[in-house]
């Protein structure tokens, strides 16, 4: 597919991005979907919650009437549309963790229904691992993972919509690289829609996305990354979406870790995410966006590298990236809560002298 054959498609996710996020202000207020301020917020001022809307209809609408997928991109389209569902009726009503957990399985079920299937995992020192019955099992928890490591780093303006058109963008051009046009056009065309809200999301926020929002990008990503590596013969395929969605899945990780090392259920919410130890440290709203948007791009170019080097230097290279991350969160408190070395109350004190700006 020649490159500016992506020009319509894109161009019109994103137009219809911009175009509907205004009217979906508007809808949130009148439906009352909206989000008020609590202690582990960081906005001050009730706000609507519905932008996630723009973002489908721009996704869906696009790929269904300019695109017309058809085979595992029919179960992507239809496993968004659910997902999107699950998350809108959280946004409205409230849903119980269960069944918002159930929503999101149906919606990786349908997935995988349609051929979104993981068939093997990386042996970066003997081949790949073909997973037999685990392929099904393994697929659903990764789906739902990402859907809901999207949904736990949408905590500041602006961070979940830029993440995920940087990690979208990224498989996009690893997918043009490794002749894969029709998954590249797909990325691209979530891309431009995350970019066409970014504008009202971003610091100082009109607008969040909603549970509605993150729920479509992270499933949309995981489902992504799956045919990325289904479609590969690269033995490091599988790895690559792990790096290149390094920061929701490993402040996932680091949340999981944190919630167990203090001996409180993995469920439950905290101010302790990468976001909220960045502005316990000092960093302003903006800054801390702008920081995170660096490693993600940091990142999504070594997933790049990773595609384009033989596999014993990317799985050295994965191995020097995995002893960075840890060192840093660690020293950063991600593995505790607390900073090394530092008095957490000290932090709170210092984050609240700063200024809410860039």
Not at 65 to 71: K, L
Not at 120 to 134: A, E, H, I, Q
Not at 259 to 278: E, G, S
């Amino acid at each position: 597919m020649p490159i500016f054959e992506y020009f319509w498609p894109v161009a019109s996710a994103f137009v219809i991005a911009v175009v509907l996020t205004p009217l979906t202000i508007k809808l949130a207020f009148r439906w009352g979907a909206t989000d008020a301020p609590d202690t582990r917020k960081v906005h001050t001022q009730v706000m609507p919650r519905m932008g996630g809307l723009a973002i489908f209809l721009a996704f869906f609408f696009t790929l269904l009437v300019v695109v017309r997928v058809s085979g595992p991109f029919t179960g992507l389209l239809a496993g968004c549309a659910l997902v999107f569902l699950t998350g809108w009726l959280d946004d409205m009503f409230g849903l119980s963790p269960l069944m918002k957990l159930l929503g999101q399985l149906a919606a990786a079920g349908v997935a995988v229904y349609f051929g979104i299937v993981i068939h093997y995992v990386t042996n970066p020192f003997n081949g790949s691992l073909d997973l037999g019955v685990f392929s099904i099992p393994l697929t659903l928890l990764w789906i739902v993972g990402i859907t809901n490591a999207i949904n736990l780093i949408d905590g500041l303006d602006g961070l979940a919509a830029g993440i995920s058109a940087i990690a979208a963008a990224t498989m996009g051009v690893i997918a043009f690289l490794q002749g894969q046009p029709q998954v590249a056009l797909v990325a691209f065309v979530l891309v431009a829609a995350a970019l066409g809200f970014l504008p009202f999301n971003f610091h100082p926020a009109r607008t969040f996305m909603g549970d509605c929002g993150s729920n479509l990008l992270g499933f949309a990503l995981g489902c992504l990354s799956v045919l990325a590596a289904t479609k590969s013969t690269a033995v490091i395929s599988l790895l690559v979406p792990i790096v290149v969605l390094g920061i929701p899945i490993f402040d996932t990780f680091f949340a999981i870790v944190r919630r167990v090392h203090n001996k409180t259920p993995i469920y439950l919410p905290d101010k302790a995410h990468l976001h909220h130890r960045l502005m316990a440290l000092g960093v302003s709203h903006g800054r801390s966006v702008l920081i995170i948007y660096g490693i993600s791009l940091l990142f999504s170019g070594i997933a790049v590298t990773l595609t384009l080097v033989q596999n014993s230097k990317a799985s050295l290279a994965l191995v020097l990236l995995l002893l960075l991350v840890f060192l840093a969160a660690d020293r950063i408190g991600l593995l505790t809560g607390e900073r090394r070395g530092t008095d957490p109350d000290s932090e709170v004190e210092a984050a609240k002298t700063r200024s809410a700006g860039l």
